[in-house]
């Protein structure tokens, strides 16, 4: 750049002379001149130069002075300083007053030239940036109005593309178009159904909200774009305007077509009236733009409205479905679904006549359950056999089948048509299904309105589907009903009185038996059993029943005086519990009977084994006996002697079963103990085992026989000791628990295997070792039979090599009307 502006302030008249019309115009530069420095000072705040040269020696003002008065001023004039030779000390004070650069005088052009140049450099810089951030300023006011309407024409596609009633988009896309290119007015045109006829729909500035006119696409211009597919700009502002069609001429239009997937939809355009304004390069752009928008959006509202009414469609199929199917299942007769099916399957489709199969399964065959619009008679008639006809073959395969063309059909049946004088032409049949089995099918006949299709396929095994689950649900509950009526027969006249109760105690069944023996009617159904049964001895087992998965409990019971029953009670799962009791009064009697004989017998054998031994021992007496001799005789006492023990248990058993002879007093357990631990206190010590007694509680009196009860305690100990090694311990407890006086025999020895448990209590029962061999094997049984005599209760509980403990449970206090449970299911009590 040159022809700048520069201020020359020297005083030598000759070199202004030889600068301002010599030198600078020849450098291409416009030169003023002053020649002291307040006349410089005036002309620079005048003027305005690009750059002043400045001598340092001028009268008046030097040229430091007149820097500094720039300096005040904030004056950033750049300044070339003149000096005269040996002046650099006042140049160091002049570049710290900000000067540019200096010529030491005299210069060649030169040096003038390459000065003036640098001084301007940095302002010419600074001028061109100025003008570039000018223009940069510019374009970025353009760049931001271009973003502006980019994004609002992005947000207005991104609404318009996401409405889904076409009404909405329409009125958003005219009003979008207006707001973007400022028109007055703004159309879409949407083909009619024919394609000859294009509706509009307008908006524009002046009230006429959505105005809908029609042109015809062969004769208009907006026919034209849409048939062409060309964009149309144009204005005319000559007082007749464009004619278009419309109320009022136009002044400037722009038309272009709706285009989505290369197809044209529809025209969008807009135009103005009253302002003669023609619309841009860029409005088309921008319409253009919007247009793309639009296009999709009426495209997505149309494909959602026929989506949207498909669906509404179909659900309306649903709900009509849904309701044949809750109909169908509502009910559990056999025969009225038949009907209802029937009926719905007639309400739905226009058919000749309907029919339902069911399979046999006993038979492996199907036959009829119901059919409309044929003879049943003859109808119902046949059997078919899995695979024959064409209901056979779908029970066969499980799939449905249709025809529409019936008499070719290889796998019609034409001997039902030949009997039953129907006509097949049509058929519909799909499986009833049910768990993934077939029970039967349904069958459609002769589609009045059209042909059969996989939608009435589809129809059909929807209603399949209920009917399967409906025609299963009545015949299980048929079978149920049957089933219950044969059991409830079963039970109320069962010879056994019979008692059910719920999980809450409640009597649910009384069979005839038990409202007899009991003295309920049936009004004690449903009430609690505690209420009924009061007093009771049935109570108390109905009050603490086995739990599930602990097998049966059973108690012999006295009901009525001398009447006895077996009562066993178990739990039914999830719902109560059954008590069944059995007769066994005269088993009771025979057991009596047999105890009077058995002890009569025994008691009638104890004298002559008395005699037995006393004449063998006598034997030894009368002379010297040989070995032989003396060990014969030996054996006859061995052998007297146990049948003696043998007889005398017996003898005991019998007189406690019978229960005659029983004492009834009170009786201190802790006593009866103690005797006992000391009179077999030598037997422990010969076996070097220890016997210990530990007392909790405070033990309450039995009411009882002391000679049985001490027997009892003996018979355990003595067992105890018997079977415990050298060195082991015998504990005997005896503590209270509730009402119970409980007596434990505890010893280390070696236990008893668990198949023996449940019949250790058995009379004659032994175990296999050795040491068993000795005994009766009637102890265990006399201690049972003396505390069930006693109104308790004796268990074992043992693990083999670690011991046993036995317990002798017995009722405290004057509890002698109490009724002596006896063994569960598995021999032992928990
Ligand atoms: P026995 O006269 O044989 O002892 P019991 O009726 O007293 O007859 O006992 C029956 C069986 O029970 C015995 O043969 C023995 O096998 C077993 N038995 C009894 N008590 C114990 C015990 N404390 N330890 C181990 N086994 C025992």
């Avoid at 023609?278 to 026929?306: G, K, P």
């Avoid at 509502?330 to 099916?341: G, K, N, P, Q």
């Avoid at 299709?453 to 009903?481: C, H, P, W, Y």
Wanted: charged share 25%; proline share 4%.
């Amino acid at each position: 750049m040159s022809g700048e502006l520069i201020l020359v302030i020297d005083d030598s008249r000759e070199i202004v002379k030889h600068l301002t019309e010599y030198l600078l115009p020849t450098l291409g530069h416009k030169a003023i001149a002053a020649y002291d420095g307040r006349e410089g000072l005036e002309l620079i705040r005048q003027e305005k130069p690009d750059l002043v040269m400045l001598d340092l020696n001028l009268p008046e003002m030097t040229g430091l002075d007149v820097l500094q008065a720039l300096t005040q001023d904030s004056i950033e004039t750049p300044v070339i300083l003149m000096t005269g030779y040996g002046s650099e000390k006042s140049a160091i004070e002049a570049f710290r007053l900000g000067i540019k650069d200096y010529l030491v005088k005299p210069f060649t052009i030169d040096e003038v030239s390459d000065t003036i140049e640098r001084a301007l450099l940095e302002s010419r810089l600074r001028h061109d940036k100025q003008q570039l951030l000018e223009k940069l300023g510019r374009a970025e006011g353009e760049m931001r109005r271009q973003i502006r309407e980019m994004r609002s024409l992005f947000a207005l596609g991104k609404s318009l593309t996401s409405l889904l009633s076409i009404e909405k988009v329409l009125d958003h896309a005219l009003q979008g178009a207006m707001d973007l290119t400022g028109a007055e007015r703004s159309t879409i045109w949407l083909p009619d159904n024919g394609e000859r006829i294009l509706q509009a729909y307008t908006k524009a500035a002046w009230d006429e909200e959505n105005v809908v006119s029609e042109v015809h696409v062969e004769e208009s211009r907006v026919g034209e774009v849409y048939r062409n597919g060309q964009i149309v700009r144009r204005a005319e502002f000559s007082s007749r305007g464009i004619d278009i069609q419309a109320d009022r001429p136009a002044r400037a239009i722009l038309y272009m077509p709706l285009t989505v997937r290369g197809e044209v939809m529809g025209v969008f355009g807009v135009s103005n009236h009253d302002a003669p304004r023609a619309f841009s390069e860029r409005d088309e752009l921008l319409l253009s733009a919007l247009s793309d928008y639009v296009a999709i959006a009426i495209d997505n509202a149309r494909t959602y409205q026929a989506t949207d009414q498909a669906l509404a469609a179909r659900m309306e199929e649903v709900k009509t479905l849904l309701g044949i199917t809750r109909t169908i299942t509502s009910s559990l007769d056999l025969d009225e679904v038949a009907r209802l099916t029937i009926k719905e399957v007639h309400s739905s489709w226009n058919i000749e006549a309907s029919s339902i199969w069911l399979v046999d399964e006993n038979q492996k065959l199907l036959r009829l359950l119901v059919n409309v619009g044929t003879d049943p008679d003859l109808l119902s008639r046949f059997r078919l056999e899995f695979g024959q006809g064409i209901v056979g073959r779908v029970v066969e395969t499980g799939r449905p089948l249709y025809s529409n063309d019936v008499p070719n059909n290889p796998y019609h049946y034409r001997e039902i048509d030949e009997q039953t004088g129907f006509k097949t032409r049509s058929i519909l049949c799909v499986p009833l299904i049910f768990r993934e089995k077939v029970i039967g099918a349904l069958q459609l006949l002769n589609k009045q309105d059209g042909f059969f299709d996989a939608e009435d396929v589809e129809r059909a095994s929807s209603i399949g589907t209920a009917v399967a689950i409906a025609v299963t649900n009545a015949q299980l509950f048929e079978e149920a009903a049957s089933r219950q009526q044969l059991l409830a027969a079963t039970l109320e006249y069962n010879g056994n009185p019979v008692i059910i109760t719920d999980n809450d105690g409640r009597l649910l069944l009384l069979n005839q038996r038990a409202r007899e023996e009991l003295s309920l009617t049936e009004e004690a159904v449903g009430r609690p059993a505690n209420e009924m049964l009061e007093g009771s001895p049935l109570m108390s087992m109905l009050q603490h029943p086995p739990r599930e998965g602990r097998g049966l409990q059973r108690r012999e019971v006295e009901l009525h005086d001398g009447q006895f029953w077996l009562a066993t009670i178990a739990p039914i799962p999830d719902y109560g519990h059954i008590l069944v009791l059995q007769d066994i009064t005269y088993l009771k009697e025979l057991d009596t009977a047999k105890s009077n004989f058995v002890a009569t017998v025994s008691h009638d054998l104890r004298a002559p084994l008395n005699s037995i031994i006393g004449f063998a021992s006598a034997l030894e007496q009368m002379g010297p006996l040989t070995e032989k001799q003396e060990e014969f005789v030996s054996r006859i006492t061995d052998s007297a002697q146990r049948m003696t023990n043998l007889v005398t248990a017996l003898l005991d058993l019998a007189r406690v079963d019978s229960r005659l002879e029983q004492v009834r007093q009170s009786c201190d357990l802790e006593d009866i103990i103690r005797n006992v631990l000391t009179d077999l206190q030598g037997q422990a010590m010969t076996k070097d085992v220890a016997l210990n007694l530990s007392v909790e509680d405070e033990p309450q009196p039995v009411l009882g026989d002391p000679t049985q009860l001490r027997q009892a305690v003996s018979n355990l100990v003595d067992n105890a000791i018997k079977y415990s090694a050298a060195g082991q311990e015998v504990k005997v407890n005896v503590s209270m628990q509730e009402d119970n006086v409980l007596v434990r025999v505890c010893d280390d020895g070696k236990g008893i295997p668990a198949q023996d448990i449940p019949h250790i209590f058995e009379k004659f029962y032994r175990g296999q070792d050795k040491a068993s061999k000795g005994g009766t094997g009637l102890g265990l049984t006399l201690v049972r039979s003396i505390a069930e005599a006693h109104g308790g209760w004796v268990w074992v509980e043992s693990d083999q090599n670690k011991g046993s403990t036995f317990t002798l449970q017995l009722p405290a206090g004057d509890n002698s009307n109490s009724v002596p449970e006896i063994e569960g299911a598995d021999g032992s009590r928990a």
